[in-house]
Structure formats: structure tokens, C-alpha cells
């Protein structure tokens, strides 16, 4: 009789989880592992022996040869570096051995990443450091165990450290928070997010045809197919098979790696598609959600096609965002972003709310910055992206609450009652009472807030640092004057009251893609509007928010400044490639391309005009002109690209260079693709060079 594989077979297969650590640890280890995960405990050097040992003949035992520190430097992407496990013994074969000591820490070569100036070039070595609250995995034939990374200095050159520190910092200042609501059993605040992961999938055969896609990741040139997303056909629709098939592959390979896949559909443009997981913590998720994207596209490749992860792969077609849904609960799992039962346990939503109405106002240059790249800000502020002005939507019950207690008029809701928190009876707020706004950067959507500016590429860990920090602070503040109240409701009511007063601007519920709200927004409530990363990276440095972040503990301040100036170097290098790119595609094949169709037909009007001048020669000499001025268009504006990208290398230092790419490069790039994409529409099919959004985008069957 056939047996059936089910996913619960085989979900985690390849993940040294909790349920294999309690199968292969002796009970002493596995407490003490425990202590270690849950509580920050130090680990014992025995205890990372038999962690080590166990590991290793897990993973061997399912085939793996090789072990690798698995890290996120500040490429934005992952690295490893792999060792094999084995030793010489003394009969001349081997032995497979892996000690504590290389569990802990591993030493890999650090010069060539990024470090904004915290090491020296010469300055080779560097360290990762074991995570133990992120589970180690296999993948292909290595034991990958998940890494903080730092320089000989000590110096945090990746992603993971400032995370985990914000994560520290948060729960340090909200249990201080729960502490006067009374909980005194809550050990741990812990902040969980669950990233929805847009992208698009098109064919290999497409993908090898476009110069543009292979260097840059997006389409440079590319007039609008005759269909699009306008039907909004696509949107939910009918899954094709070739994407089904892929779907069911990528399901599959994140199960076994314990990633919680959950909903997969259609997006709105023609090849865009989107996964969803279900929420982790923020340090686990954003290590799934790197291990996702990877995932995404070598499962891609076994089906011969290409998964584009980059913002706005087609100018004018829907981009490719990460909606990072953000909630904080304790270890017990109390949500304390969802309303309660109790007056307290509302009044304690409501500061919670008000902590993060509070940090979003105050570090909305923050999260601006945290979802800066030069992708992102193709993305922002297009139909379907949030604008780059920040701003938050609560729905209309929310509002009209905090509107009661701001104004201490009665609530026009289910108690027709002043609120003072505390004294009189608060209502109790359902979840999901009030719409979704797609259109806010960041929506409150029942126990959870939904932060859309992301980009598809992003790392989520900036976002979360940021977020978490600015909480913290919020909380921070709280606590340090709540601490010392004499009447602590009278304190809290007025503490709320006063968070609502000065904090309300940032509160949106209306159509974020109006522009008369953005006029609105930036010159009534003066709320800030950096439109691209070099806009918004340098405000990294500003006094409140470098003291902000140093005070917590989160970054130091080299540390900060080498992230600007690494943010910085990667938009000036990535805009730097685009336009390269741009300037060898339109002179080595766009310009001649259109000026060969260009006379071919002027020899054929030549040729018709010997017969019969008909009107149809007078069309074709109209188009030939029009395509010959194209054509010394092309060259032009290729030029002047050129000499533009010439005249970048003046800059001195890394902010001059980004302003001088946004103020010039990203201009003359602009006016190229104008007139290359005319030409696209006047151009002969068989004589275009590269297929066309219309083969790409509807390449997949």
C-alpha cells in the first residue's frame, strides 16, 4: 500500500529545532541551551561541546560534509564561508569532528565587506559569533549555523547585532511599562513580524535577452505593452501552472527548512506574484526572510525561470514591496497591541499605541531611511506604493477614542462616556472594526501595524532597528515619568492625552496618493518628505537620532556613521551600473537598431516613390524623419550620460556623489529612456534589439 508524505512529515526536516535539541541533548544541556535562548543566559563551554557534537551527527547523519557560519553583512545579502568536518586520524583516513569552539565563533576574512570605514582594508580579520535563538539549518550539503558578525575591533559589521540589541532594548522598556500595570510574572517583551514578499517571475530565455535585467536587476528601457494591470485581471487570479508548479517547489524546500510559508497568490501586474509567512520573531523572521529570497530563486532557476526581487523591475507596472506587520507581545503571548477586556487592560493598549504613534512621529526620518535604497525610491510614491512622506492610519473607531480623550468629550462609540483611563469604563475595541488603507505607509490592522514601505530586495532587519529603537524610547520616557507619579492613573491619562495633543499630525486616514496630501502633509503638519536615499541617509547622523540609538545601546556612533556612508556607496554604485548600462545599450543596439530601420525604409519609400507617391510614402517619410531625429536623439542624450558619468568622478567624498547622481545622473538617465522607449513604439519588431515588456511580462505559461 502507497504512504503518503504529509507536511508534517517532513516540516523542519532539515532544521536543528527545538524537537531535535530534546532528542539528541541530554536533559542538563538542553535546560541549560534553554536558559540560553529564552532567557540570554551565558553558555556554558560544556554545554556548547555537546551542543556541537549533537549538531554534528544530526547533520552528517542527513548528509552534510560541510559546516558554514551563516552571516548578513552589509551587502543586504547573506555569506558563508564552508568547512568541511573532517580530520586527519592517525591511520591515514579521516574522522568527522566539530567542537564548541567552532560552533561559538568562527574567523572569517572580513576585508572584502563592507565596513564604512571601522577597519582598515589591510585589516582582514574578523569574527562571527553563534546565534542560538535562531535554529541552525542545512542546506545542500552544509550545516549552516546562524551568526552575528563583527570586526577585530568589535565593531558590528552586519545586520543581526543591531537587531537583537533592539530586541533587548524594547523588552527592557516595555516590561518596565508592564511592571506598573501590575504583570510582574512577563520576563520578556519580544516584537514579531511577519513579511509579505512580492515578486515576479519571467522566463530565462527573456531574462538572457535583457542586459539590463542580467546587471541591474530592472528593466532600463521598456515601453508599456498595449495590456497591462488595467483589467486587474491578474490580481488573485487563476494561477498559471509554470508558476504552480514553482509555487509548490518553493513551498516545499522553505517547509523543510521550518519557514512558515503560509498564503501564496497573484499580485496586481501581469508576472507578479506574492508569499506570505506566518509571524516569527523579528530576529527568526528576518533570517527566513533572507533565506526566502535565496530560496526563491534557485527554486526559480530549476524551473527556467527568473525571480526578480528587485522594487520596480518595469517602469510603469506595479512594484514589488515587503509589508513588514509588526507586533509586540509578551513570552506568555499577550499581544499588547490588541485591545482587552478590562479598563486596564485597555489603558495599557492605549500607551502601548501611543508609544508607537509617538516613535513613528518622532524617527519618521528614521523609518524613512531604513527602507532607503535606490530601487525603493523608484518604488515610493508611484500608484501603488506608498508616498515618502510618513504617516500612520488607525481606522475610525481608533480615532475617534483618541479624539474623545484628547478633546474629554464622551465617546460616541458603544459607552457614550468621558474617558479617564483607568476610573471610568474604556470600551472595548474590536479587532478589525475599520477598513485597510493600502494606501498608508503604516496601518494599524487590528493587533498589529502594517509598515508597506519596504522594498521587495530589503533586508527587514533595518526596518525592525529602527522601529524597535524608536519604541523603546517612546517607552522609555513613559516609564521614567510614570515611575515617579504620584497618582499613577491621573498620570498615564495625562500622559496619553498629552502623546494624542502633540503627536496627532502624524495621523492619516485619508488617500495617501492624493497630492493634495502631500502638500498637506509637508507644508500644514510639517511632516518630512525625502524622496530619495540621498535625501534621507545623512539625517541618519542628526543629534536626536544618533543619541537616541547610542543611548539604547543599539548602534555606536562609528557605527552609524559607517552605515551612511555604506547605504550611500551602495545607491551610488548601483545607479552608477544602471547608467554604464544604460549608455551601452543604446549605442551599441538602440541607436543602431532604430537608425538601420530608419533606412531600410527610406530605401523602400525611395523605391515606392519611383512608382506611385501614394499616401502611404508621405506616412512612411513622416515616421523616417521622425526616426532619423531619434536616432541623433540617442546619441545625444547617450553623451551626455556619458560625459555626466565622466564629471561624477569630481566628487570628493560620498554625499557630493549622491547628490550629484540624484541631481544629474538620474536626470540624463531619464531623458535617454524617454526617447529610446519613442523609438520601441516606431521600431519594426524585427528590427528591435531586446524583447519587449509585452514578452517578458507574459512569458510565463
Not at 527568526?284 to 527568473?306: F, P, R, S
Not at 537598431?593 to 507617391?613: E, G, I, M, P, T
Request: net charge negative.
Amino acid at each position: 500500500m502507497k504512504t503518503t508524505t504529509t507536511v508534517p512529515d517532513y516540516f523542519g526536516c532539515d532544521v536543528f529545532d527545538d524537537r531535535i535539541m530534546k532528542a539528541t541533548l541530554s536533559a542538563k544541556v538542553y535546560a541549560s541551551l534553554r536558559r540560553t535562548i529564552d532567557e540570554g543566559a551565558e553558555l556554558d563551554a560544556s554545554v556548547a561541546n555537546a551542543v556541537a557534537e549533537a549538531m554534528k551527527e544530526w547533520a552528517v547523519g542527513k548528509g552534510a560534509t560541510h559546516f558554514t557560519h551563516w552571516f548578513q553583512p552589509l551587502t543586504g545579502i547573506t555569506a558563508e564561508k564552508h568547512d568541511s568536518f573532517i580530520s586527519p586520524s592517525p591511520d591515514g583516513g579521516v574522522i568527522m569532528e566539530f567542537s564548541g569552539k567552532e560552533l561559538i565563533k568562527g574567523e572569517p576574512d572580513a576585508s572584502s565587506f563592507p565596513s564604512g570605514g571601522l577597519r582598515a582594508t589591510f585589516e582582514a580579520r574578523g569574527y562571527t559569533a553563534w546565534d542560538p535563538t535562531s535554529y541552525a539549518f542545512i542546506n545542500g550539503n552544509t550545516l549552516c549555523i546562524p551568526t552575528a558578525f563583527c570586526s577585530y575591533g568589535g565593531h558590528a559589521l552586519d545586520k543581526k547585532t543591531p537587531l537583537l540589541r533592539s530586541m533587548e532594548a524594547l523588552s527592557k522598556q516595555a516590561l518596565r511599562i508592564l511592571r506598573l500595570f501590575g504583570n510582574t510574572t512577563a520576563k520578556r517583551v519580544i516584537s514579531s513580524v511577519g513579511p509579505e514578499q512580492e515578486y515576479f517571475l519571467i522566463t530565462k530565455e527573456m531574462y538572457e535577452k535583457r542586459p539590463d535585467l542580467r546587471f541591474t536587476g530592472r528593466t532600463l528601457f521598456g515601453s508599456k505593452p498595449p495590456k497591462g494591470q488595467e483589467l486587474d485581471d491578474h490580481y488573485f487570479g487563476v494561477i498559471k501552472p509554470g508558476v504552480q508548479a514553482y509555487m509548490k517547489d518553493l513551498n516545499e524546500e522553505l517547509w523543510k527548512l521550518g519557514i512558515l510559508a503560509k498564503t501564496e497568490h497573484n499580485e496586481v501586474a501581469p508576472a507578479q506574484h506574492e508569499l506570505a509567512p506566518i509571524y516569527s520573531t523579528t530576529n527568526i523572521a528576518t533570517d527566513h526572510n533572507q533565506l526566502t529570497m535565496e530560496i526563491m530563486q534557485k527554486v526559480a532557476a530549476k524551473h527556467g525561470l527568473v525571480c526578480l526581487l528587485h522594487e520596480k523591475p518595469f517602469a510603469g507596472v506595479n512594484g514589488s514591496g515587503k509589508h513588514n506587520n509588526w507586533s509586540i507581545a509578551t513570552d506568555s503571548g499577550q499581544n499588547l497591541l490588541s485591545p482587552g477586556d478590562t479598563p486596564y487592560e485597555n489603558a495599557q493598549f492605549l500607551l502601548f499605541l501611543c508609544a508607537v504613534i509617538k516613535a513613528v512621529d518622532d524617527y519618521q526620518d528614521l523609518l524613512r531611511l531604513s527602507v532607503a535604497t535606490a530601487g525603493n525610491d523608484h518604488r515610493l510614491g508611484a500608484n501603488e506604493a506608498p508616498p515618502a512622506v510618513i504617516s500612520m492610519f488607525l481606522g475610525d473607531e481608533l480615532n475617534a477614542v483618541l479624539e474623545a480623550i484628547d478633546t474629554d468629550t464622551p465617546y460616541a462609540g458603544t459607552e457614550k462616556t468621558v474617558m479617564k483611563l483607568g476610573v471610568d469604563v474604556l470600551p472595548k475595541f474590536n479587532r478589525d472594526t475599520t477598513d485597510r488603507n493600502r494606501t498608508s505607509p503604516f496601518a494599524f490592522t487590528g493587533n498589529k501595524f502594517e509598515f508597506r514601505m519596504l522594498g521587495s530586495s530589503n533586508s527587514i532587519a533595518c526596518a525592525n532597528i529602527m522601529l524597535n529603537s524608536a519604541v523603546a524610547e517612546s517607552l522609555k520616557i513613559y516609564a521614567d515619568h510614570l515611575e515617579g507619579a504620584e497618582n499613577f492613573e491621573d498620570a498615564l491619562h495625562a500622559m496619553i492625552k498629552k502623546t494624542i495633543k502633540d503627536h496627532k499630525r502624524i495621523i492619516f486616514n485619508g488617500n495617501g496618493y492624493d497630492d493634495a496630501w502631500i502638500k498637506e502633509a509637508t507644508e500644514v503638519r510639517g511632516l518630512s518628505n525625502y524622496r530619495t536615499t540621498a535625501d534621507c541617509m545623512p539625517h541618519l547622523l542628526d543629534k536626536k537620532n544618533a543619541d537616541m540609538l547610542i543611548s539604547h545601546g543599539v548602534f555606536t556612533m562609528d557605527e552609524l556613521r559607517s552605515r551612511v556612508d555604506i547605504m550611500l556607496e551602495n545607491y551610488c554604485k548601483s545607479v552608477s551600473i544602471e547608467a554604464n548600462t544604460m549608455v551601452e545599450m543604446a549605442k551599441t543596439q538602440i541607436a543602431p537598431a532604430v537608425d538601420k530601420y530608419a533606412s531600410d525604409l527610406a530605401r523602400d519609400v525611395a523605391a515606392k516613390k519611383a512608382v506611385d507617391a501614394s499616401l502611404a510614402c508621405r506616412r512612411d517619410s513622416r515616421l523616417i524623419a521622425r526616426l532619423s531625429e531619434l536616432t541623433d536623439i540617442i546619441d545625444e542624450r547617450t553623451e551626455t550620460l556619458s560625459k555626466t558619468m565622466i564629471d561624477l568622478r569630481e566628487a570628493d567624498s560620498i554625499i557630493p556623489e549622491s547628490e550629484f547622481i540624484r541631481d544629474k545622473v538620474l536626470p540624463a538617465m531619464n531623458e535617454l529612456r524617454i526617447a529610446c522607449d519613442e523609438a520601441e513604439t516606431l521600431t519594426a519588431r524585427s528590427y528591435w534589439p531586446y524583447p519587449t515588456y509585452g514578452d517578458i511580462l507574459f512569458s510565463v505559461k
